[in-house]
């Protein structure tokens, strides 16, 4: 059965400070790893990654795969306010266009 | 553009009422997607449509139809809704392949 882990489940931080947030998958044929962002309503995709060891970066975010390991994670730097929300990850399979969703992780940065 | 819309927003239903979710996306994407949101479980998919003409089942399909009206909207239909589908419900939308996904605003819905 497909799995995508996500840790940690939540995370307090203070403005300035720097998070990870991973994600480990086991699925067959694997494609690519999307991470994507909820705040108060629908997800906004923010990376997918497919090739192991390019890092992808926006900004204060960047996130990188390791397909022999199977995880990723996303980074943040110099966190702020706007940056509360729960983070997604999503594997995709190379069968077909389905993704299987981690639970999440809910980031609360306070000022 | 719209993007992906949804309606209704908010719905309330009594066990055994019926009821349908529309989805409609503006960005000629050949692929749309039907998930459930519930605390702690993430995203699950129900039902998704690679194409116009074709759906197929999803993770968790058991209580609901959809239709594939045309390349534009994917709705999702509860026959006899239940308490268990008590949740919020995202239809999202994408050109394909190796592309993202595109959500919608979300409908929650509570069956009572």
């Known amino acids: 059965e497909d799995k995508v882990v996500q840790s940690p489940l939540s995370l307090v931080v203070h403005e300035g400070d720097t998070v990870t947030l991973n994600c480990s998958y086991e699925v067959t044929n694997f494609r690519s790893l999307l991470w994507y962002k909820q705040e108060k309503k629908a997800p906004t995709f923010l990376f997918m990654l497919?090739?192991?060891?390019i890092e992808k970066k926006s900004g204060r975010l960047s996130s990188i795969l390791d397909k022999k390991e199977l995880f990723s994670i996303l980074n943040i730097t110099a966190t702020q306010t706007g940056d509360s929300a729960i983070y997604l990850c999503?594997?995709?399979?190379?069968?077909?266009?389905?993704?299987?969703f981690g639970t999440g992780t809910r980031l609360a940065v306070r000022p | 553009n719209a993007g992906v819309t949804q309606t209704p927003k908010f719905q309330v239903l009594k066990t055994g009422q019926s009821m349908t979710l529309q989805c409609a996306q503006d960005m000629n994407h050949n692929s749309m997607y039907w998930y459930r949101q519930d605390p702690g479980m993430g995203l699950r998919l129900i039902y998704y449509s690679a194409s116009e003409g074709t759906t197929d089942k999803g993770e968790v399909p058991n209580g609901y139809n959809v239709s594939r009206l045309n390349k534009r909207e994917f709705s999702l239909r509860l026959e006899s809704a239940a308490p268990s589908q008590t949740s919020v419900y995202f239809c999202?939308?994408?050109?394909?392949?190796?592309?993202?996904?595109?959500f919608g605003p979300g409908t929650r819905l509570t069956v009572t």
């Open positions: 497919t090739s192991s060891g």
């Open positions: 999202a939308s994408s050109v394909g392949g190796l592309l993202e996904q595109y």
């Open positions: 999503a594997v995709e399979k190379s069968s077909g266009d389905k993704l299987t």
